[in-house]
Every structure is written in C-alpha cells, then in structure tokens.
C-alpha cells in the first residue's frame, strides 16, 4: 500500500499525519514514481502552518521530489520505466512513497548527480537562474549584495554569480555565518547589524554603492539594502513573505523600477519553460 504524509488542519508539525493511500495507474501523457528522495523547504512550513493558503485541506504537501519511474501512460515517449526523474510541483503532493505525474513536469537526472541532491537543491537553483537571467540580467562587471548569503538560494547565487565574475558581497546574521559566507564566493563578508554597514559598503565600492541587491531576508535588512543601492542600482526582493511584511511596517511602500519583488514565481517560470517546451537549466558535470 503507497503511503503519503497529510495535512487535514494547519497547524506545527503534529497536523503532519502518515497515512494510507491507493494511487491510480497513469493515464494518457501521465508517468507512476516511485519516490527515492523529497525535498522539505521553508515553503513546506508555511504551508502547514497555514501562511500560506495554496494547499487544499486535506492534502499531501511538498513541492520537489526525485524518484524512479515504475509505471508510463499513454502517448509517453521520452522516459521508460527504470528511468530515474525530478521534479517541482505547484499542486504539491510530494509527501508520498508514489505518485503520478505530468510527464511535461519531469526531467531526467543525470548519472554524476545524486536523486538527494536533485530532490534538495533544485527548486534553489532554477530560484538562482530565475534572479540573475530574468528578474534582472546579471553581468561580470557588477558589485551585487546578497543577503542571507549562507542559506539555501544565498550560497548557490553568491557561487553562481563568482562564477560569472560579479563581485559578491555576502551578509550574514553573525560573525560565525559571515566567515561561512566567503568559502561560497564572497570576496566581501559582513554582517546585518554591524554599525558601520553603510560606510563598509561605500568603501568597498569607492562611494559608488552596489549595481543590485538580492535581498531574502525583509523588515530587518530592507533598510540597508535601500542605502547600499548605486544610483538607478536595483533592490531585487526575493521571496514572498517579505514583501507583506514590509508593506505592513512601511504603510504604502513603492515598488519602484529600481525593486523587483520575486513572489512565488520560480514554480510558475518553471511551469513556463515546460509548457513551452524550453531547457530547464544546464546540467553539466564540472571539471
């Protein structure tokens, strides 16, 4: 009997409830997974907790998982069963030992990536992708600042941006996170609450300040992220729960075009790019 983990009231981590399920056989276009590895993010939190109301009562939460395909529907020509797949999600349902599938919405993992690693980072990734090529276009001569530099999308964006030839300014929530940060490609570390983060930061860019800001962090870095900023430079906020926060403490905030505010729309890219029938990424193994 497949099994899923269901949500049947919001609420902390006990509404989180292991259960029997039966799972229909594929349809047409429709693959069947056996799941190997389930991403679990901060998205999943606030989907539980009832932040955020996206998920339908009862139901199986979890956005992006790895599995192996046991089962294809009709009219599926690109996997075959043994095939091992990832995936993200709108519609959730990641939380379970199986599950069907659009096959539009799966892709194939290569042999030098992990189905854990797939499962855990690559919904952060296509985020990355999304921030530096479409909420604005990333290029090797820019200063950027980027909060929360040691999490999950912080790192892999100060890496990917290195990598590039920007120069990267990390900030952390302490000392010990800020030393963190420059092992992920921060030539420059500093952290939120130091007193002189303004004259740190003109002083680094020679008064001119940061071309962009990615900031995941909100109330308690927006200020500075503001101030960082060159003149025309852009404040990019990149994730949802910040922007109701900081409309609720700011009054009427102006989203100018200097500020790009990146709501849930890595998924929705995503879903773009499949539908459309695009490449999702460059997976490639490094030297």
Not at 47 to 54: A, H
Not at 165 to 185: P, Q
Not at 262 to 276: F, N, S
Request: with cysteine; glycine share 8%; proline share 3%.
């Amino acid at each position: 009997m497949e099994k899923a983990i269901i949500i049947r009231e919001y609420g902390n981590s006990k509404v989180l409830k292991l259960e029997d399920i039966n799972v229909v056989r594929p349809n047409q276009d429709e693959i069947f997974i056996k799941h190997s590895a389930i991403g679990v993010h901060f998205h999943d939190c606030y989907v539980r907790s009832g932040l955020y109301k996206t998920l339908n009562l009862p139901g199986i939460p979890g956005l992006e998982a790895a599995g192996v395909i046991e089962e294809v529907g009709r009219g599926v020509s690109n996997f075959k069963t043994g095939d091992r797949i990832g995936y993200i999600n709108s519609g959730y349902g990641a939380y379970s030992s199986h599950r069907v599938l659009d096959k539009r919405l799966a892709f194939k993992i290569p042999e030098f990536i992990s189905d854990e690693l797939i499962a855990t980072n690559f919904s952060r990734s296509i985020t990355v992708q999304m921030l530096i090529e479409e909420a604005t276009q990333l290029n090797p001569s820019d200063t950027i600042l980027v909060t929360a530099a040691t999490g999950g999308v912080g790192r892999l964006l100060c890496q990917w941006a290195n990598a590039l030839g920007a120069c990267v300014i990390g900030t952390s929530s302490n000392e010990e996170k800020a030393l963190i940060a420059k092992s992920y490609g921060c030539k420059y570390s500093l952290t939120y609450d130091q007193k002189d983060f303004n004259a740190q930061i003109r002083d680094i860019t020679n008064g001119k300040g940061v071309d962009k800001v990615y900031d995941s962090v909100g109330l308690q870095t927006f200020q500075s992220s503001l101030e960082s900023l060159a003149y025309c430079g852009h404040l990019i906020i990149s994730l949802s729960h910040c922007i109701p926060e900081l409309v609720k403490f700011h009054g009427r905030l102006m989203l100018s075009d200097r500020t790009t505010g990146i709501q849930p729309l890595a998924i929705a890219w995503y879903k773009r790019r499949v539908q459309d029938e695009e490449p999702i990424g460059h997976m490639q193994k490094s030297d």
